[in-house]
């Protein structure tokens, strides 16, 4: 079992840059492969980044690739997802997420609360 918390959202201009870090307790943060997801209000929470155990392979939502980045730093259990020129649809609160190993692509067990990014135009 892990638990997550994210932070460093917050409002931002359409074309700004933030990143999001999301600190994972546990001493086996190194076995879950790590997402992030997004909602917005009124709509599905959705996919945006992932990556495996290691941080050597990285996967995203066609709506951010080449505009975010996912990484994750094991030695202080902590994933990241900077996110570079952004646009007022990627306004959302942006979740952490933790997939045990075992586990198909995609499904991910531990969820953290969430953290509101908001771009203005």
């Known amino acids: 079992q892990v638990q997550l918390v994210e932070s460093g959202g917050g409002l931002v201009q359409a074309g700004g840059s933030l990143r999001l870090s999301c600190a994972a307790s546990?001493?086996?943060?190194?076995?879950?492969?790590m997402g992030w997801f997004r909602q917005a209000p009124g709509k599905e929470r959705r996919f945006v980044a992932s990556?495996?155990?290691?941080?050597?392979?990285?996967y995203y939502a066609d709506s951010v690739r080449g505009r975010f980045t996912i990484s994750r730093d094991n030695a202080k259990n902590t994933v990241y997802l900077q996110m570079n020129s952004l646009k007022p649809e990627d306004t959302a609160v942006y979740y952490c997420?933790?997939?045990?190993?075992?586990?198909?692509?995609?499904?991910?067990?531990?969820w953290g609360q969430g953290t509101q990014v908001t771009v203005s135009s």
């Open positions: 990556i495996n155990r290691s941080g050597d392979s990285t």
């Open positions: 997420a933790a997939s045990p190993p075992g586990r198909r692509t995609g499904v991910y067990d531990y």
């Open positions: 546990g001493r086996t943060f190194s076995i879950y492969a």
